[in-house]
């Protein structure tokens, strides 16, 4: 689930995690406006950008990891 993969990278920074997460980020932010939920859409999209904008999906340093624990944060606190 998104809130395990969260921790998950919060927790241990791991790669593969993030790429699932960004993966779920992905599919929210394309289809969760259809359904009504549009914080949650531009909450994922706001995730899945920052993520997306590092070289080689990896934080260039801790200040770009603490943002994207913030994004994710909010990502799951909007996930109903």
């Known amino acids: ?27 929210l932010a394309g289809s969760a406006g259809s359904y009504g939920f549009d914080a949650l859409g531009l909450a994922a999209r706001a995730f899945e950008q920052c993520v997306r904008s590092w070289p080689g999906h990896a934080p260039p ?17 909007l996930f109903p």
């Open 1 to 27: 689930s998104l809130v395990v993969l969260g921790e998950t990278w919060r927790t241990r920074r791991d790669p593969a995690a993030l790429k699932d997460a960004v993966a779920v980020a992905h599919k």
């Open 61 to 77: 340093d801790e200040s770009s990891a603490a943002e994207s624990d913030r994004l994710l944060e909010r990502l799951v606190a």
